[in-house]
């Protein structure tokens, strides 16, 4: 399935004007520079290069303000932002704005305070393969693995609205993860949570690197910034700081 | 006046032909006229409710205005474009039932857009980015987002056919109350209290009556699920 994805997303950039191919090899997942943002006058951030390697897990640090959720929405397409080049894959996005549906499709952000639609959890977790017309048996089949992988298979029937942070967040990390998007941005996924929630979430993390996808979590938890193999971003002072 | 009222119910229940051929005309032209005006009113509320544009704040203002516009202007505007000598005189829908229900279509649009408007706008406005987030294009964000206001959306529905079936200034005018083909219920009301026939008017009170209940406890029942829903969150 990721193969699948793979090929449709890189076929669908490839048939994209705006993008050309560049480098096969595809090292790097995704390499932005030059990336401006303003809040009206004030200048957020000014980063000169950020490269996100494929399979890589960084977690993105910086005071409350610094502006790691807007980073993060920007790099999810979420928010406009300067930006002088950006890489995918390999390919050359030429243009950003809007940002192209084969990108949206590869790269999935995640809320902090997630919210789920008003359905059912299975519904919110296959939500986005129905998007992508996947066949009804492979979604029932993809979202009953996800909820076991999250933990969450006992809140089959429970109401969305109902469920706590913690449940909430897991839910959405299954609705991201099977997706198996090449890149998944989670903004401050242990926030508001404690003991067992935050721990059920923080073990979550390692195996969607594990799956394929290269992960970018905004945090202050010491846990998650100390978790193996983690690279560390940290926004200071409107730069960007690679540790 | 119990003499009329009594008369009223026999009218009622004994079926009489006049009696409930005005009220399919109603019902008719009011349901037609709201399924032509909602497809286009949600979809306009929904992209003044999401969309950042120079003018937004104009629109939004005459959405609510054109609220508070008495339906006889409408009507007297519609009459001029439908009349032989207006713009729309080759259709010739001037006193005829299209053209009751192109006022209906008209008279229900601003209602539907600022409800549609509110009941976007009142969302969270993460539903939109989350979609967006996991793929959806933008029709897909669109079908989403009104399934999350479904409450609201169907409010407003409901909204825009309480005016259309009440108002009588636009139908009178466009409609021209003709006997068997344009004749409305509110209309019927008016030309039987001007003849001191009550007996037909209260009759077509009471199914007026009985349709605004039943379109207000349908209302309550909306507001409540969509107030245990906000509720739940």
């Known amino acids: ?243 | 006046m119990v003499d009329a009222t009594l008369h009223a119910f026999v009218l009622l229940f004994t079926g009489d032909p006049d009696l409930w051929r005005i009220i399919w005309v109603s019902l008719k032209t009011s349901v037609i006229g709201l399924l032509l005006a909602a497809p286009p009113a949600i979809l306009l509320g929904y992209f003044i409710a999401m969309y950042r544009f120079r003018g937004r704040r104009i629109a939004i203002w005459l959405a609510q205005a054109a609220l508070s516009l008495p339906t006889v202007l409408i009507g007297l505007l519609l009459y001029l474009l439908l009349s032989r000598r207006g713009p729309l005189g080759d259709l010739q829908w001037l006193f005829s039932q299209p053209g009751i229900v192109f006022g209906q279509c008209v008279v229900a649009l601003p209602v539907l857009l600022a409800f549609t408007l509110a009941a976007v706008q009142a969302l969270d406005p993460r539903y939109a980015e989350t979609a967006i987030a996991l793929g959806a294009s933008r029709w897909q964000v669109m079908a989403r987002m009104l399934y999350e206001g479904r409450f609201g959306v169907m409010a407003a529905v409901l909204s825009g056919f309480g005016r259309v079936i009440s108002e009588v200034g636009c139908a009178l005018m466009v409609g021209g109350n003709i006997e068997g083909q344009t004749r409305t219920i509110t209309t019927a009301i008016a030309l039987e209290t001007s003849k001191g026939e009550f007996a037909q008017g209260i009759a077509l009170g009471i199914v007026l009556v009985a349709i605004a209940l039943l379109m207000n406890g349908a209302l309550m029942l909306l507001q409540g699920d969509a107030h245990a829903a906000r509720e739940r969150a």
């Open chain 1, 1 to 243: 399935m990721s193969f699948t994805i793979h090929t449709s997303i890189s076929a669908a950039v490839y048939e994209n004007e705006n993008v050309k191919p560049r480098d096969e090899r595809r090292k790097a997942l995704l390499g932005v520079r030059g990336l401006r943002k303003h809040h009206g006058e004030r200048l957020l951030f000014d980063i000169e290069r950020i490269e996100i390697a494929t399979h890589g897990a960084y977690v993105l640090t910086g005071v409350n303000g610094a502006g790691k959720s807007t980073l993060l929405r920007v790099l999810g397409g979420l928010e406009r932002a300067e930006i002088d080049s950006l890489r995918f894959e390999g390919l050359d996005i030429l243009r950003v704005h809007p940002y192209p549906r084969a990108l949206r499709k590869a790269i999935v952000y995640v809320h902090q305070h997630p919210i789920l639609f008003s359905t059912s959890v299975p519904h919110n977790i296959g939500y986005g393969l129905e998007l992508r017309r996947l066949h009804k048996e492979e979604i029932a089949s993809t979202v009953e693995a996800a909820m076991a992988w999250a933990g969450v298979t006992h809140l089959r029937d429970s109401d969305p609205a109902k469920l706590s942070g913690g449940e909430r967040q897991r839910v959405a990390l299954a609705r991201a993860k099977v997706l198996q998007p090449r890149l998944l941005l989670l903004d401050e996924p242990t926030s508001n949570l404690d003991g067992q929630a935050r721990e059920q979430v923080i073990e979550l993390i390692p195996t969607l690197v594990e799956a394929g996808s290269s992960v970018v979590i905004a945090c202050h938890d010491r846990d998650l910034i100390g978790l193996p193999g983690v690279q560390r971003f940290k926004l200071r002072d409107g730069r960007l700081e690679v540790r």
